[in-house]
């Protein structure tokens, strides 16, 4: 069993920042990859970027490439998710997940799930 549980959500304006952070427990964090998906209101889940064990491998959404950079933190159990240049386009409740197997960019692919956190962009 894993639990997650993401924070660093708020209201922020375009061409802002945040980062959000997602805390694990429950078994070894650093066996696993992580994951960032985030779903707005009206639309369905996609994925943000992923991250694996060691941090060698990282993939993005083509939409966030260039502004958001995932990273982790195996000493802290910890995944982080640094969003620059935000835009109203990025408002989405943002979640973390525990990879399972197979591809990182479908959620089928994460076992674990977080509760999420939503991020908020004006314009």
């Known amino acids: 069993q894993v639990q997650l549980v993401e924070s660093g959500g708020g209201l922020v304006q375009a061409g802002g920042s945040l980062r959000l952070s997602c805390a694990a427990s429950?078994?070894?964090?650093?066996?696993?990859?992580m994951g960032w998906f985030r779903q707005a209101p009206g639309k369905e889940r996609e994925f943000v970027a992923a991250?694996?064990?060691?941090?060698?491998?990282?993939y993005y959404a083509d939409s966030v490439k260039g502004r958001f950079t995932i990273s982790r933190d195996n000493a802290k159990n910890t995944a982080y998710l640094q969003m620059n240049s935000l835009k109203p386009a990025d408002t989405a409740v943002y979640y973390c997940a525990s990879h399972y197997s197979g591809d990182y960019t479908y959620q089928r692919s994460y076992g674990y799930w977080g509760q999420g956190t939503q991020v908020t962009v004006s314009s």
């Open positions: 429950g078994r070894p964090f650093s066996s696993n990859a």
């Open positions: 991250i694996n064990w060691s941090g060698s491998s990282i």
